[in-house]
């Protein structure tokens, strides 16, 4: 059990690029979350898959967002057109369906300058 | 709507014991969590508790849970410089949401 890895750890992209982030969750956990965390303030809810579907979408997953998980296992998040409010720590977890705890992986820092 | 929040910083001495608080808005929250966060790096789970229990300890690690105030805190006996991080509390919704809602975390400071 290697955790919850995610690729790449930073990323730097200019305003309008697409970028895409890669999270490997525990491989027994059926449950993958995306959350967002900018300074000083505590992670953001984004989505949520339980297996390859997607249950919950939060409304700050504007339409410039977008995340799979095709076979129930990593998943990608992609943002399109970068905007320097997408700054941000993406922070992906996973956990396994009854039990409680949700493992975070070390999270991909995105600038946009 | 949602709403977790917790007090921005704490200092304590070393040998001395911590208590990091929280409240919550959320009253069908069915589990509350506590995570730490070191600079750079992920969020690391300290521990979690049931809605239906009013106490919880782990080693060095008590969560105490009033749920008619909706207020939730953490102790830690013996805080060592090894402590100091973020805190975070986090409360999940209903059984059939997988969303967790942050505070917006609690610097604890521990001076030797």
């Known amino acids: 059990d290697t955790g919850v890895s995610q690729n790449p750890r930073h990323k730097i992209t200019k305003r309008g690029q697409n970028v895409t982030f890669r999270c490997d969750p525990i491989s027994e956990h059926n449950r993958l979350y995306w959350y967002r965390q900018t300074l000083g303030q505590g992670p953001e809810f984004l989505t949520y898959?339980?297996?390859?579907?997607?249950?919950?979408k939060s409304r700050l997953l504007s339409d410039r967002f977008s995340a799979e998980r095709p076979k129930g296992s990593f998943s990608t998040l992609e943002i399109q057109r970068t905007e320097q409010g997408d700054s941000a720590m993406y922070l992906c977890?996973?956990?396994?369906?009854?039990?409680?705890?949700?493992?975070f992986g070390s999270g991909t820092r995105l600038t946009v300058v | 709507g949602e709403d977790v929040e917790q007090s921005l910083f704490l200092s304590v001495r070393e040998g001395d014991s911590s208590v990091i608080n929280c409240t919550y808005t959320d009253s069908s929250s069915t589990y509350l969590y506590w995570y730490k966060q070191e600079p750079g790096a992920g969020l690391q789970l300290l521990t979690y508790i049931f809605s239906n229990m009013d106490m919880k300890q782990d080693q060095r690690l008590t969560v105490l849970l009033n749920k008619k105030d909706k207020h939730l805190s953490l102790r830690i006996a013996d805080t060592q410089t090894g402590d100091s991080a973020i805190y975070f509390c986090?409360?999940?919704?209903?059984?059939?949401?997988?969303?967790?809602?942050f505070g917006q975390g609690t610097t604890l400071q521990v001076k030797p």
């Open positions: 986090a409360a999940k919704g209903s059984s059939n949401t997988g969303k967790l809602i």
């Open positions: 898959f339980q297996n390859e579907a997607q249950l919950e």
């Open positions: 977890a996973s956990s396994l369906e009854g039990l409680k705890g949700y493992t």
